[in-house]
């Protein structure tokens, strides 16, 4: 299972921007889809995640600001940013629960994508 991230990018403050993440593989379902993000000497925390069934969780932080949507489908999830603060500057990670085919059966997998950086200029 792989997840392909893209959309950071560098954006002053008040700014928008979109990350997007795409699952590929043997991939039978996905379940709780997320956004994580790590700040330089913090630890790596939840942004956002969404289920299967569209409930959705947010960080204290980001409440109002962060939209995350899923397409299950195309097994992507995106978060719309807006309203960016020089704090929300980390480097940013999907995140999916999956099931995945394997030889005769089926397996549960947490997979990460690679990281993309956001940064917000005051």
């Known amino acids: 299972v792989q997840l392909q991230a893209s959309g950071g990018g560098l954006v002053q403050a008040g700014g928008s921007l979109n990350l997007s993440c795409a699952a590929f593989?043997?991939?039978?379902?996905?379940?709780?889809m997320g956004w994580y993000r790590q700040a330089p000497g913090k630890q790596r925390e939840l942004v956002a995640s969404?289920?299967?069934?569209?409930?959705?969780n947010y960080a204290d932080s980001v409440k109002g600001r962060f939209t995350i949507t899923r397409d299950n489908a195309k097994k992507t999830v995106k978060l719309q940013m807006n309203s960016l603060k020089p704090e929300d500057t980390a480097v940013y990670y999907c995140?999916?629960?999956?099931?995945?085919?394997?030889?005769?059966?089926?397996?549960?997998?947490?997979?990460w994508g690679q990281g993309t950086q956001v940064t917000v200029s005051s």
């Open positions: 969404i289920t299967s069934g569209y409930d959705t």
């Open positions: 593989g043997r991939i039978f379902i996905v379940n709780t």
């Open positions: 995140n999916a629960d999956v099931i995945v085919t394997v030889p005769g059966s089926f397996d549960g997998r947490t997979a």
